[in-house]
């Protein structure tokens, strides 16, 4: 096999400029978020205490159905707690529409740990606006206003996510999820690449393969996967040999002290060491990743 890295062909690439963009969150989510985070410790307790240290995640054991064993429903517990603090980082109405769909009895969708969260009286009280979601509109609106130009790709890991922030985006914008057809699909793409009043594409993580946005000037990460290459996928709808601009800007927005800002620490040294094995420069002994109950641990207490 013959590898050539982005190094190799960058002469036909556009500049690529990344840019950390941490965010203050709302004090009453950062105190439902240490809320959850203690919670997601004495998760890890129990099933450390089960001799799960290595054991696989599994989140689906905790979704629409009871867990098959004792074993399954704790690691089910670890994951619903971190899926639940991203939810939050995210937008505290993800919780409460994850929590509303496990109690309508005919859904098999849904969090028991948000229903939870939800009949505890700790999802009441928060707003349609938080600071992550206004800082995400004011940079979209600064990226439009400096060059008619400018075109926005946003992803979001979370579909609701994607229309809350459709209902705030005041330019004409395309979305792109799991949901739309084919041809849906289709008409978004060209709408985006030939539409100068379409300005801003809405994807899932499913719009990040496959997707070519070459008239693209900015991507913006509203939130992170936990996977380095679903994050590099995204970056690659705008980072072409066809791109439009001779320069683009890849944003990363996180709520600071979240478990957003852990995962963008993650992701970033994934990088690395992905490169490292990839040119034949990786050493075991300065570490590699693993993703187990105990360095789960290392990662959510890490300053």
Not at 87 to 116: C, I, K, N, V
Request: hydrophobic letters at 40%; a negative charge; proline letters at 4%.
């Amino acid at each position: 096999m013959y590898r050539k890295s982005r190094e190799d062909i960058k002469e036909w690439l556009p500049e690529r400029i990344e840019i950390e963009v941490p965010v203050p969150l709302d004090p009453d989510v950062m105190k439902l978020h240490d809320h959850i985070r203690a919670d997601l410790s004495d998760a890890i307790d129990g099933a450390l205490s089960m001799g799960m240290g290595g054991g696989s995640f599994d989140i689906l054991q905790h979704y629409g159905a009871a867990p098959r064993d004792e074993r399954m429903g704790a690691m089910g517990q670890v994951m619903s707690r971190l899926l639940a603090m991203r939810m939050l980082s995210a937008h505290p109405h993800l919780l409460r529409l994850s929590a509303e769909e496990f109690d309508t009895q005919l859904s098999r969708r849904g969090s028991e740990y948000a229903s939870a969260l939800l009949a505890a009286g700790l999802l009441d009280g928060f707003g349609a606006d938080t600071t992550k979601l206004s800082a995400l509109i004011e940079m979209v609106e600064e990226i439009l206003d400096e060059d008619p130009r400018h075109k926005v790709v946003i992803f979001s890991y979370f579909k609701p996510m994607l229309a809350m922030i459709g209902r705030r985006i005041k330019a004409g914008h395309a979305l792109i999820t799991g949901d739309v057809t084919g041809m849906a699909r289709d008409r978004a793409i060209v709408r985006f690449n030939t539409d100068p009043t379409c300005r801003v594409f809405l994807s899932s993580d499913a719009g990040a393969y496959g997707v070519d946005l070459n008239q693209g000037s900015h991507v913006i990460n509203y939130d992170l996967p936990w996977s380095g290459g679903a994050l590099a996928q995204r970056i690659a709808r705008i980072d072409r040999t066809n791109s439009a601009f001779d320069q683009i800007q890849v944003m990363y927005l996180y709520g600071q002290g979240t478990i957003e800002a852990r995962m963008f620490r993650m992701l970033s040294q994934k990088a690395k060491v992905a490169r490292a094995f990839l040119d034949g420069e990786f050493d075991a002994k300065s570490g590699g990743l693993k993703l187990d109950l105990e360095s789960l641990r290392e990662f959510l207490d890490s300053p």
